[in-house]
């Protein structure tokens, strides 16, 4: 349990109680910050605090944390609706609303009249670049991502992006903050869709689209085939490493090999609008790649939650 206010950071908002706000504000509250998760409703907002104390149950049932650290941590977290007064006198706001440009736009200029001049403003944005998150600020220089991987509270990694006109002094106090909270962060010094870790799975992923539309194999052993093989490592066995490893000419001589022959689309793949269309969305419409039961679709992420 950390006490104080790591970087600075005394007081925190969270805007939006979907998949990751309850998440990420346990999290701040469980470093020392005190925290209030915000929402629409104070319906809502009740909701998303309780999430916020099942995952920290799911913690202590495990012994990630103790009985001490949990009282602390309920003392510090609070919800509300109404999100000026929230706002009003807070270190840091973390917005993690739907992923909509617009969206993000117009809630960080209204954040930006409610807050106070030297609050940190952080979208958690899967893919949009913060610089454009941020475009209609006056003041753009306090402007970050802040990306916490689903679930928050147990994937390690959080990308700190830098927009074009962020202070680079606000991504280090962030990344003391999130370091005092357990979180390992890292630092993108230049602003591109998809931070570092989504511009990666990405890239995985429309690969292995492409050998599932050319039949090279089934999605059960294109998947085995990267649960079983290279993603077991990654946790401790990164690609330089990997390359360094093996030798960078025979990682030469295979990419030789390989190169030329991996997916090249500059588009999302045919395959994924042609199941949409079809109203084969994922878990939410029962069919995707896989079919799904809530059944199915619960034991997948306690499998995912388990192993984390």
């Not at 701040?28 to 916020?52: C, I």
């Not at 999100?83 to 739907?98: I, Q, S, Y």
């Not at 941020?134 to 700190?160: D, K, M």
């Amino acid at each position: 349990m950390v006490v104080g206010a790591p970087g600075g950071f005394g007081r925190a908002a969270v805007v939006g109680t979907g998949q990751m706000g309850p998440g990420i504000a346990m999290l701040l509250a469980h470093g020392g910050v005190e925290t209030v998760l915000v929402s629409r409703t104070a319906t809502v907002a009740e909701q998303g605090l309780k999430a916020a104390r099942d995952l920290l149950g799911f913690w202590r049932e495990r012994d990630i944390t103790d009985d001490t650290a949990v009282g602390a941590t309920l003392a510090r977290l609070t919800s509300t609706s109404d999100r000026a007064t929230a706002v009003r006198d807070v270190d840091l706001v973390v917005e993690t609303v739907v992923e909509d440009l617009p969206t993000k736009q117009a809630l960080f200029v209204e954040l930006e009249q409610q807050c106070r001049d030297d609050t940190l403003l952080c979208t958690n944005t899967s893919g949009l670049r913060v610089t454009d998150v941020a475009a209609n600020l006056q003041h753009p220089r306090r402007a970050y991502a802040t990306h916490f991987w689903n679930p928050p509270h147990l994937v390690p990694l959080v990308e700190i992006m830098l927009g074009e006109r962020s202070d680079p002094a606000g991504a280090e106090r962030l990344r003391a903050l999130l370091r005092a909270c357990g979180k390992r962060p890292v630092v993108g010094l230049k602003d591109v869709p998809g931070q570092l870790g989504n511009r990666l799975q990405h890239a995985v992923i429309r690969e292995a689209l492409a050998m599932l539309e050319a039949g090279i194999a089934s999605a059960e052993d294109i998947e085995e085939s990267l649960k079983s093989g290279p993603g077991i490592r990654w946790p401790v066995y990164g690609p330089f490493e990997h390359n360094d490893m093996v030798s960078l000419e025979l990682t030469r001589a295979v990419q030789a090999a390989v190169i030329p022959s991996l997916a090249r689309n500059t588009e999302p793949a045919a395959l994924l609008s042609e199941l949409i269309a079809a109203g084969k969305s994922g878990v939410k419409s029962g069919q995707g790649h896989y079919s799904w039961t809530p059944e199915r679709a619960a034991a997948v992420r306690r499998r995912r939650d388990e192993f984390l």
